[in-house]
């Protein structure tokens, strides 16, 4: 079968030859994302595999109906940048990789978390500016002695639980579909009472619309003095802007974002204009207690491998049985 795949990364592209050659399949790879002009080089293959967090918009899917290309699959988790409502006006059925290794996400969490509690950043600062004794007089905390609070309980917010529980630390989580049984490593409380007992919120829940701004200022009151906030997740999750206020007041003493709120507008204009320009994220990554990294939690060996090989075989059971088991539906009107 006849195979393209979008916004292929140079790490990736040795593993699509060693699949391609491994399955006997005709594999097409682009670095360009998958849009409305993009898709015209789909027409005559069979499937499309993507990766990118810009939009898949309404015009992707037409296209795709039009040169009888039923099956999308994706190679991350998020289906927030997917325009639902037109797959299913046009009959496209889309796969993603839910779990192409939790371990991954879980353990940059855990480091941005021992990067806030030693500070780190300050550190690195006072070195920077040779100031060798300043730089000794930051004294840190240690996490076993931290509550963590961690949001959402899916494959990743186990990894973390389990992480955080092995350094000693107290672990509380928060999930609208907690799990059934007995969690001897953690206990279930509210939304509100995580906030409020927290000293780390640790975020593993997607970007659905009902999650936007699911940590606004109204969170931020709830919240310890001295409270640290990891995003590792989606990007609409924290509003920014009541982030920063919080941090520059004091109310928080860290935040590690890997997730930003703005990265799909920015990602858009550094394609168009080739610069990078927000004021909001300098601000950010001039400030010693924060952490920012451009959306690479999950970029480990193992990710990337199981992120290819796991969405082509999506894709395969698309095309040769009608279905795949990690089919992402759009919802009911």
Known sequence: ????????????????????????????????????????????????????????????????????????????????????????????????????????????????TLYLLRNMGKVQAQLQAGDYEKAGTFIGKELGQQTVGVMGTGHIGRVAIKLFKGFGAKVIAYDPYPMKGEHPDFEYVSLEELFKQSDIIDLHVPGIEQNTHIIDEAAFDLMKPGAIVINTARPNLIDTQAMLSNLKSGKLAGVGIDTYEYETEDLLNLAKHGSFEDPLWDELLGMPNVVLSPHIAYYTETAVHNMVYFSLQNLVDFLTKGETNTEVTAPAK
């Open 1 to 112: 079968m006849k195979i393209i795949a979008y916004g292929a990364r140079v790490d990736e592209i040795q593993y699509f030859k060693q699949w391609a050659k491994e399955t006997g399949n005709t594999l097409e790879y682009h670095t360009e994302f998958l849009d409305e002009n993009t898709v015209e080089w789909a027409k005559g293959f069979d499937g499309i595999n993507s990766l990118q967090t810009t939009p898949y918009a309404a015009g992707v899917f037409e296209k795709m109906h039009e040169y009888g290309i039923k099956f999308l699959a994706i190679r991350n988790v998020g289906t927030d940048n997917v325009d639902m409502a037109a797959m299913k006006q046009y009959g496209i059925r889309l796969s993603n990789v839910p779990a192409y290794s939790p371990a991954a996400i879980a353990e940059f969490a855990l480091t941005d």
